[in-house]
Nanobody, 127 residues
Framework: QVRLVESGGGSVQTGGTLRLSCTVTATSYADYHTVAWFRQAPGQEREGVAMIWKYNDKTFYMDSDSLKGRFTISQDASKKVFYLQMNTLRPEDTAMYYC?????????????????WGQGTQVTISS
């Protein structure tokens, strides 16, 4: 079983920054082979933001093309905390942000492929 807890959300003005954290509790690292961030705004579909996965002892990163490099996913040395650094925030970034994980190797931000989800943390950007 994998438990994910997000934190770091809040309200900032346009152009500001936030760093979200996702703390993972699991029996082993294999339980969360791939970790990703998604977001969902009211009335909209869930959207993939960024993901990180391990393959052959290497770590790979990917973020959504639509974000144009403003968001970056990373992990700490313990590999139990994952971050989403969000820069140059815009009102359209306002959403609930979710951390998700899968014990399998995933290479696309397809939300049905992720078995474990956190409760989310709200991000609100004001103009």
């Amino acid at each position: 079983q994998v438990r994910l807890v997000e934190s770091g959300g809040g309200s900032v003005q346009t152009g500001g920054t936030l760093r979200l954290s996702c703390t993972v509790t699991a029996t082993s690292y294999a339980d969360y082979h791939t970790v990703a961030w998604f977001r969902q705004a009211p009335g909209q579909e869930r959207e993939g933001v960024a993901m990180i996965w391990k393959y052959n002892d290497k770590t790979f990163y990917m973020d959504s093309d639509s974000l144009k490099g403003r968001f970056t996913i990373s992990q700490d040395a313990s590999k139990k905390v994952f971050y989403l650094q969000m820069n140059t925030l815009r009102p359209e970034d306002t959403a609930m942000y979710y951390c998700a994980a899968s014990p399998h190797l995933r290479r696309t931000l397809h939300s049905p492929d992720f078995e474990y989800w956190g409760q989310g943390t709200q991000v609100t950007i004001s103009s």
